[in-house]
């Protein structure tokens, strides 16, 4: 697959961010439910107080949760919530 490099690629940060918070969801919820919590309740509780004990450090959850503000995963959270 050969690439024009003779134009200027747009980037659109907001669509990468969207689809990083997508997948960092998608894992933290996975490494909840595989400790037996629910999913829902943890995030929830995490985003509510920024008390970082809701979320297990089970596969770096944590971790990987505190990696990007609380608040840019409500506004995509409330975002994609709006759209559908």
Known sequence: MQQ?????MAFKKEDF????IKQ????IKDSLEERGYNA??????????SDP????SHKGARTKIQSVER??????????????
Do not use: C, M, P
């Not at 961010?17 to 990083?20: F, M, R, S």
């Not at 829902?40 to 107080?49: A, R």
């Not at 608040?71 to 559908?84: A, G, T």
């Open 17 to 20: 961010e969207k689809q990083d």
């Open 40 to 49: 829902i309740n943890q995030i929830s509780g995490y985003l509510i107080t």
């Open 24 to 27: 960092l969801l998608g894992d």
């Open 71 to 84: 608040y840019e995963i409500i506004e995509e959270l409330v975002r994609f919530y709006l759209s559908h």
């Open 4 to 8: 024009n490099l003779d134009k200027t």
């Open 53 to 56: 004990a809701y979320i297990s």
